[in-house]
């Protein structure tokens, strides 16, 4: 995997006019190092081929203050790029896209924690698919399981996950999702047991 670099540039220009970038003498000092006070920080690094597996153009950030700045970013890049497995260069494509996707929309770069979850998980991680979307694959998935399993699991999936969390973006799924889930069911329950003690045969027949 490209490990990326640091670098200077400035928006000096010659007398043509034509931006210097990298070529400005002003960006090294005499010994060759990198002069102290002038130009911006910016870091680059290849990116995974595209789905079509055409190269496409690397990664270049710039605006850094600092090169441990730079670094960071230039860090976060190859903490995402290596949460993909080497034996599945379609995650390592999907890693590239959302994070060319998400620099675009909001110039930050995606949550490290967030991708994992999601490729744990068998999400795609450019498509935002609901919790019944992501359910329907998990049954599709599971093909050696025994029978009652399998018929327990639909059970669970239609008369409780679907109903009560099914519209849900998986993505933005929150433990206190799953919790109001839990209480709905519980006074849902509640009511069935108050209606089948009523004395009223037509109220214990709602619930037959």
């Not at 043509?16 to 990198?34: E, M, S, T, V």
């Not at 675009?104 to 924690?113: C, I, K, Q």
Request: net charge positive; glycine share 8%; aromatic share 6%.
């Amino acid at each position: 995997m490209a490990e990326g670099l640091t670098f200077k540039r400035c928006s000096c220009r010659d007398s043509d006019g034509k931006a210097l970038g990298q070529k400005c003498p002003k960006l090294r000092r005499a010994d060759g190092g990198w002069s102290y006070r002038h130009g911006i920080w910016n870091y680059q690094i290849e990116l995974p081929s595209g789905p079509d597996g055409k190269r496409r153009g690397p990664l270049r950030r710039g605006g850094f203050a600092t090169q441990d700045a730079a670094k960071d970013e230039l860090g976060h890049v190859r903490d995402l790029l290596a949460l993909a497995d080497p034996r599945e260069p379609a995650t390592r494509t999907q890693i590239a896209d959302l994070i060319n996707r998400t620099l675009a929309e909001t110039e930050t770069l995606p949550n490290a924690e967030t991708v994992r979850r999601k490729i744990k998980s068998g999400q795609h991680l450019t498509e935002e698919i609901t919790v019944e979307q992501w359910l329907a694959e998990f049954l599709n998935r599971k093909r050696k399981i025994e029978e009652t399993t399998r018929r327990s699991y639909e059970g669970h999936i239609r008369l409780y996950l679907t109903p009560y969390l099914g519209r849900l973006r998986l993505d933005q799924l929150k433990v206190s999702d799953i919790a109001l889930m839990f209480e709905q069911i519980e006074e849902f329950n509640d009511t069935i047991a108050e209606r089948r003690a009523d004395t009223d045969p037509q109220v214990r027949a709602t619930v037959k």
